[in-house]
């Protein structure tokens, strides 16, 4: 499935706890759920332009890239800049029961949404037994 923990992330938020401030803002918030058998993958990506979102899987890993760029123009003279703009990065840790060939991506509203199906090979399923009348029995 995905992997839940991201040492990076970690070491960013004990940073912010001890000194109070993030060490670098939180580009892309995200939360994953399973529904059926489809993990879904909502990441916040507000003021960003669609064609500069990238999507790439490589082996198991899915790499999230986006840019947002300022409202203003170089030679401005900000008052308040708190909205963080460049380029953001995530990656994510599929694991091998996840079907990589079958992503569905669509971005509304400000938040990417992916949909990534469980593998066929690691959905459940029952198990035939044979036996019964092509049995002969021991003893008669």
């Known amino acids: 499935m995905l992997m839940r923990t991201d040492p990076f992330r970690e070491l960013d938020r004990l940073v912010e ?3 109070g401030t993030a060490a670098h ?3 892309m918030p995200m939360d994953a759920w399973r529904e059926g058998d489809t993990f879904v993958v909502e990441l916040d990506l507000p ?4 064609e500069s ?16 760029k300022p409202a203003y123009g170089e030679g401005t003279d ?7 703009a460049g380029t953001f990065s995530r ?3 599929l694991g091998d029961t996840l079907d990589t060939e079958r992503i569905e991506a669509s971005y509304e509203a400000g ?18 037994i ?6 002969k029995e021991l003893g008669s």
């Open 17 to 19: 706890r001890v000194w």
């Open 25 to 27: 803002p939180a580009g």
């Open 47 to 50: 003021g960003v332009n669609p």
């Open 53 to 68: 979102i990238d999507l790439d899987v490589e082996r198991n890993v899915l790499t999230v890239k986006a840019e947002r």
């Open 78 to 84: 900000t008052v308040i800049t708190e909205r963080p």
């Open 91 to 93: 990656q994510l840790f």
């Open 111 to 128: 938040v990417l949404k992916l949909q990534i199906p469980v593998a066929e090979q690691a959905k459940p399923r029952k198990i035939a």
């Open 130 to 135: 044979s036996g019964g009348s092509d049995r």
